[in-house]
C-alpha cells in the first residue's frame, strides 16, 4: 500500500481546479422555444414595449373616467357607444365626452379612453346608450404601452437560466433564438474488473456498473452531456489508452474508482500521463469521499471519483456539479433548491473534514424534520431512501438533534 495522501479542504480543493482552468464559455445559438434550462450567454433587452399598444384587461367599455365619477346604481351616468373594438384589430375609434366603446379583454383600447368600467358593472339602456353604475378612476382596467416591459429594459443577463415562464417572455417580444452557453461533454470512464454492465448477470465477487449512470444522470440535470465510455480494467494500459480516448472526444473526464490508496491505486497514474500540469489534488478533507482526485490535463478537467456509489455521488455534487456550472457561466452557483428542517437524531463528526449525511425528510405537525439515513458508503439504497444531505461543517464535531440544519435536496 502507498502513503497515505495529505487531504485538502473541500473549497480550497476546488479553488485549486478552477485555478487551473480557462473560466471561458462556449457559446451557441438555439431556438428559444427549445433553450428551457440552458444558461444565456448574451446580455438581452426588450426590442419593443410590452404591450405595443394600450390593452384592455377586462369585458366592458372604454370611456373617459371623469364622465363616471359620482356614478352609483342609483344615479347612473349615461353614456352613448360609438362602437366596439374587435379583437386582433386596431381601433379607428375616439372616445369624446359621454361616450364608451365595447372593447374585450386583451383588446386596444380607442384614443380618447383612459379607463374601462367592467361590463358587470353596467346595464344597457337602449340600443345606443349605456348605464354605468359606479365610476372608474383613471388607468383603471387598463395596460399601458410598456407597462409589462419598456422598450430597451434590460431582461436577462448573461449567465441566467432560462425557465419556462422566461421563454415565454422573450417569445413574447419575438425573440425567437438566444445564444446560450453550449452543453459541456462529460466522458465517464468506470474502472475495475469486477464491474460489469448492468445487463449482465455478475458472476462471483462481480457487480453491476451503478456510478456510470448516477453521474451521467447528474450530469444531464446540470446541463452537461454525458458519454458514457464503458468499463476499464484493472490495467494501466489498458485505463491509460481508454482515458486518452475518452478525454479526447470530451471536455471533461470523469473517472469512476481507481481512486483509493492501494496497489490498485492507477488513476493518479493515469491522470499524471494524460497531459500537463496533472494531478493536482489526491485527498479531499470529506466523508465520504476522501480519496478524491482532481486534475488538469492539457486544458481540460479531470476528476477521480472514489468507487462506493455514496462516495462517488457526494464528490460528484462538490466539485463536478460546480464545474459544469462554472463551464456554462452559471450566475448562480448553487443549483440545488435546499430546505431548512430539525435535525432528529445526533451526527457525530471529527474536526477538520466535512461530513456529508444523507437523510430524509418527514413533516409533522406542520414542522419539517431531517432523519439521517444512516449506512456505508457502498450502499446505494443509502441515496435512494433519501431525500437530500446535510454537510457538518470541516471545524464541527457534530450536529444535535434539534439543530435547525439546510439540506441540499437530491
Given at each position: 500500500?502507498?502513503?497515505?495522501f ?9 479553488k ?13 445559438t ?5 433553450a428551457?434550462d ?5 446580455e ?33 351616468a ?13 381601433s379607428?375609434l375616439t372616445?369624446g365626452?359621454?361616450?364608451a ?15 374601462v368600467v367592467m ?6 339602456f337602449?340600443?345606443v346608450t ?5 365610476s372608474?378612476?383613471p388607468?383603471?382596467?387598463t ?21 419556462p415562464?422566461d421563454?415565454?417572455?422573450?417569445l413574447?417580444?419575438g425573440?425567437t433564438?438566444v445564444?446560450v452557453a453550449?452543453k ?15 445487463d ?16 451521467a ?10 458519454l ?11 485505463l491509460?489508452?481508454?482515458?486518452r ?7 471533461v473526464?470523469v ?10 491505486d492507477?488513476?493518479?497514474r ?20 476522501k480519496?478524491?482526485?482532481l486534475g488538469v ?13 455514496v462516495s462517488?455521488?457526494?464528490v460528484a455534487?462538490l466539485?463536478l ?7 456554462q457561466g ?8 435546499r430546505?431548512a428542517?430539525?435535525l432528529?437524531?445526533?451526527v ?12 430524509r425528510?418527514?413533516e ?7 432523519e ?10 443509502t ?7 446535510l454537510?457538518v461543517?470541516?471545524?464541527?464535531s457534530g450536529l ?5 440544519v ?5
Amino acid at each position: 500500500m502507498s502513503e497515505m495522501f495529505t487531504v485538502v479542504p473541500p473549497a480550497d480543493a476546488l479553488k485549486a481546479l478552477f485555478d487551473r482552468l480557462p473560466a471561458n464559455v462556449r457559446r451557441e445559438t438555439v431556438d428559444t422555444a427549445d433553450a428551457l434550462d440552458r444558461t444565456l450567454a448574451e446580455e438581452i433587452a426588450a426590442p419593443h414595449p410590452l404591450p405595443a399598444f394600450p390593452r384592455s384587461a377586462m369585458d366592458g367599455y372604454a370611456l373617459r373616467a371623469a364622465d363616471t365619477f359620482g356614478a352609483t346604481e342609483t344615479l347612473p351616468a349615461y353614456l352613448n357607444m360609438i362602437g366596439e373594438v374587435r379583437m386582433g384589430q386596431a381601433s379607428h375609434l375616439t372616445v369624446g365626452a359621454a361616450q364608451a366603446a365595447v372593447v374585450y379583454t386583451g383588446g386596444m383600447i380607442p384614443a380618447g379612453a383612459d379607463a374601462v368600467v367592467m361590463v358587470e358593472r353596467t346595464q344597457r339602456f337602449d340600443a345606443v346608450t349605456v348605464e354605468v353604475l359606479r365610476s372608474v378612476a383613471p388607468g383603471e382596467n387598463t395596460i399601458g404601452v410598456g407597462e409589462d416591459v419598456a422598450q430597451g429594459e434590460p431582461l436577462f443577463a448573461p449567465g441566467h437560466t432560462l425557465r419556462p415562464q422566461d421563454l415565454g417572455g422573450l417569445l413574447a417580444l419575438g425573440i425567437t433564438s438566444v445564444k446560450v452557453a453550449a452543453k459541456p461533454r462529460v466522458a465517464i470512464l468506470s474502472t475495475g474488473d469486477e464491474v460489469v454492465s448492468p445487463d449482465a448477470t455478475p458472476g462471483p465477487g462481480q457487480i453491476r456498473d451503478i456510478n456510470t449512470y448516477t453521474i451521467a444522470a447528474m450530469v444531464t440535470r446540470v446541463g452537461g452531456v454525458p458519454l458514457p465510455q464503458g468499463i476499464a480494467g484493472d490495467d494501466y494500459e489498458e485505463l491509460l489508452c481508454a482515458a486518452r480516448a475518452a478525454l479526447e472526444s470530451a471536455d471533461v473526464l470523469v473517472i469512476s474508482a481507481g481512486s483509493s490508496v492501494s496497489t490498485r491505486d492507477l488513476s493518479s497514474r493515469v491522470v499524471n500521463n494524460l497531459g500537463k500540469p496533472g494531478l493536482l489534488i489526491h485527498g479531499v478533507a470529506v466523508k465520504p469521499g476522501k480519496p478524491t482526485i482532481l486534475g488538469v490535463c492539457d486544458g481540460k478537467a479531470v476528476i477521480g471519483l472514489p468507487g462506493n456509489p455514496v462516495s462517488a455521488a457526494v464528490v460528484a455534487g462538490l466539485f463536478l456539479t460546480p464545474l459544469l456550472g462554472r463551464m456554462q457561466g452559471v450566475a448562480k452557483p448553487s443549483l440545488r433548491r435546499r430546505i431548512a428542517a430539525t435535525l432528529t437524531h445526533n451526527v457525530p463528526s471529527v474536526p477538520g473534514r466535512e461530513d456529508y449525511v444523507q437523510v430524509r425528510l418527514l413533516e409533522r405537525e406542520g414542522r419539517l424534520f431531517a432523519e439521517p439515513v444512516f449506512g456505508k458508503s457502498n450502499l446505494i439504497y443509502t441515496l435512494v431512501k433519501s431525500d437530500g444531505m446535510l454537510c457538518v461543517p470541516l471545524d464541527c464535531s457534530g450536529l444535535y438533534q434539534g439543530d435547525q440544519v439546510l439540506v441540499e435536496l437530491s
